[in-house]
C-alpha cells in the first residue's frame, strides 16, 4: 500500500513526459526498463510512463500525449508599464511593486537584504505559483548587476518579468514555463555601485564596485583557496537565500563581453601562483600560462547550458571578439578559469556548496551602452534567456523516501563519477540537470542504509526517480548506522557528500 503523502508528490511531479525507473536492478526489471526506452523512442508522439515505487508497489500508469510547444513569441513593451530606459532604484520598486499588484496570481515580490547604503535588494518570483513551493516544482534564478557599472542585465530582467507576465495567458511556451517553473529574478545585487555609475561608459570601474569598494564577485568562498575578502552585506544576503532555497539552475547576468562563461572560475594553481607572483610583468608571465581549463565533473552539462544560451542568442556563438585586443571565443562559450582565473566567483559558489549550475553570462561588448541600444540587446536576448530557463527540466528529477512513504530532508545525493553533491529538500526532494545516458546515484541520509541506484535519460524526457532507503541494522555510538553508512560520507567545504572510495 503506497501512502497518501507518496501518492500527493507523485501526482505533483507529472509536469511534462517523464520517463520514470524502477530502483531495483534484476536482470528481467532491466528488460522491462529496455522495452520501455524503446517504446518511448519509437512512440515520440505518446510517451508511456509506469511509476514504480522503489518497494515494488505500482502507483499507476499513465499515456500522455506529448506537448510539441511553439517557440516564444517575440514581446514588445507597453511604454506605458515598463520602456527601453534604464530605471534607478526608486523606478525599478515602483515597478515591481506595480507588477506585483497588478498580476498577484503570477508574482510575489520580496527582499533578500539590504546593500551598504540601505536599498533593497529586490527579488521577483514569477511562477503559477508565486507565493510558496510547490513540491516537485524546480526554482531557479537570474542575478543581475552583481558590478555596478554592468547594468544591461539589470534592464533585461525587468523586461523578462513583464514579458512572462503579460505573455502567460497567450503565450503557451511561456504558461508551460511558469506552471513547471518557479522563477526568482534579482534585478540589481548591487544597487549601490549603479548609483555611482554613468551611461555610455564602455570601460573603467567606476560604479563596478559595492559602495565599500568590494567587488562582490570576488567576494564568496572559493573551492581552490581561502578567501580572506571581508563579507559584504549584499553577498551575505544572496549566501543566506541560496542556503535556503533549493535553486537547480542559475544564471547571473554581467557586461563587458559577448560570452557565457562556466565553471570552474579558479584553478588549482592559483595558490602556486599567490607565491611566486612578486612583480607585475611576473604575475602576466604567470597568469598567461595558468589560464588553462579549470573542468567541473559536470563540464559536459556546463558546456550544453552555455551552448543553449549563446545559440538561442542572435550573436552570441559566432564567437568574435569585441574588441581586436579581446578574445575570440569558440561557440560563444568558455571555461572560466580558461579565459582568466578569479577568486571568490558567484558560479562557483553556487555549484560547489549548493550544488546549483550557475554560468555567467556577458551579454553586452560595453559595460554600460546608451540606453537606445536595450532595444537590440532585448532581441538579443529574449529567445536566450527562456529557453536557458526550460533547461532545469532536462536530467533527473524525483523524492528520497522512508519506507513508510515519508520524504527524507537533506538526504545527499551524488551521480557516480561527479563529485560535487547536492541534497534533497525537507520535501524529500531532488534535481539535477544530465545529459542522455546511463548513470548510478548514490544516496545517503543519517540514519538509513546507503543505497545505489542506476537509471537512465534520454532526451527531452526527465527521468522521475523516486529512491526509498531502509533503515541502518545496527546501532554505533547510540545512534542508528551502519559501517557502510559511516565509511560513506565526508565533508567537503563543510558539505556532506558521498565518498566512492
Known amino acids: ?42 512512440l515520440p508522439a505518446i510517451t508511456m510512463a509506469k511509476t514504480v515505487n522503489p518497494t515494488g508497489d505500482p502507483l499507476q500508469i499513465q499515456i500522455q500525449p506529448e506537448r510539441g510547444l511553439p517557440e516564444p513569441r517575440a514581446y514588445m513593451p507597453d511604454a506605458q508599464h515598463l520602456d527601453f530606459v534604464y530605471h534607478d532604484h526608486e523606478e525599478l520598486t515602483r515597478f515591481l511593486r506595480a507588477t506585483s499588484a497588478r498580476y498577484p496570481n503570477l508574482t510575489a515580490l520580496y527582499s533578500i537584504g539590504k546593500s551598504i547604503q540601505g536599498r533593497d535588494l529586490w527579488v521577483m518570483v514569477v511562477s503559477s505559483s508565486p507565493y510558496e513551493h510547490m513540491v516537485g516544482k524546480p526554482d531557479v534564478k537570474y542575478v543581475g548587476n552583481i558590478h555596478g557599472n554592468e547594468p544591461v542585465g539589470r534592464e533585461m530582467l525587468l523586461h523578462l518579468i513583464q514579458y512572462f507576465v503579460t505573455s502567460y495567458s497567450s503565450d503557451q511556451y511561456v504558461k508551460w514555463l511558469l506552471d513547471n517553473t518557479r522563477i526568482h529574478i534579482l534585478p540589481t545585487m548591487n544597487p549601490d555601485g549603479y548609483a555611482v555609475s554613468k551611461e555610455g561608459t564602455c570601460d573603467g570601474g567606476q560604479g563596478r564596485y559595492n559602495a565599500r569598494g568590494f567587488d562582490l564577485n570576488r567576494n564568496f568562498p572559493d573551492y581552490f583557496k581561502q578567501n580572506n575578502k571581508r563579507g559584504q552585506p549584499e553577498t551575505d544576503a544572496v549566501k543566506d537565500w541560496i542556503s535556503k532555497i533549493q535553486f537547480v539552475l542559475s544564471g547571473s547576468l554581467h557586461g563587458g563581453a559577448l560570452v557565457a562563461s562556466y565553471p570552474y572560475d579558479n584553478t588549482p594553481n592559483s595558490r602556486l601562483l599567490k607565491g611566486i607572483c612578486r612583480s607585475s610583468a611576473l604575475c602576466a608571465m604567470f597568469q598567461t600560462y595558468s589560464a588553462a581549463p579549470s573542468l567541473t565533473p559536470d563540464d559536459d552539462v556546463f558546456k550544453h547550458l552555455s551552448l543553449v544560451y549563446a545559440r538561442n542568442h542572435a550573436k552570441m556563438s559566432r564567437g568574435v571578439a569585441c574588441k581586436s585586443a579581446t578574445p575570440a571565443f569558440e561557440n560563444g562559450i568558455t571555461n572560466g578559469a580558461a579565459w582568466y582565473p578569479l577568486t571568490g566567483g558567484m558560479q562557483d559558489y553556487n555549484y560547489v556548496w549548493y550544488g546549483c549550475m550557475e554560468i555567467t553570462l556577458e551579454i553586452s561588448c560595453c559595460k554600460y551602452p546608451p540606453a537606445y541600444e536595450l532595444k537590440k540587446y532585448w532581441e538579443d536576448n529574449q529567445l536566450s534567456m527562456i529557453k536557458f530557463l526550460a533547461e532545469a527540466h532536462r536530467g533527473v528529477q524525483g523524492f528520497v523516501f522512508d519506507p513508510a512513504g515519508m520524504p527524507i530532508e537533506r538526504a545527499s545525493i551524488k551521480i557516480k ?13 531532488f534535481w539535477r540537470i544530465l545529459l542522455p545516458g546511463y548513470y548510478k546515484v548514490e544516496v545517503f541520509a543519517e540514519g538509513f542504509a546507503p543505497r ?15 529512491v526509498t532507503l531502509q533503515p541502518s541494522k545496527y546501532l554505533v555510538g547510540g545512534s542508528s548506522s551502519t559501517t557502510q553508512a559511516s565509511s560513506g560520507k565526508r565533508r567537503v567545504n563543510g558539505k556532506l557528500q558521498l565518498s566512492t572510495d
Open 452 to 466: 545505489e541506484v542506476e537509471f537512465v535519460i534520454v532526451e527531452q524526457h526527465p527521468t522521475l526517480l523516486n
Open 417 to 429: 563519477g561527479r563529485d560535487v553533491g547536492f541534497q534533497t529538500t525537507k520535501y524529500g526532494e
Open 1 to 42: 500500500m503506497v501512502c497518501p503523502l507518496a501518492r500527493f508528490i507523485h501526482s505533483q511531479t507529472h509536469r511534462r513526459p517523464t520517463m520514470i525507473l524502477r530502483t531495483t536492478t534484476t536482470p528481467l526489471q532491466q528488460q522491462q526498463q529496455l522495452q520501455l526506452l524503446l517504446l518511448m523512442l519509437l
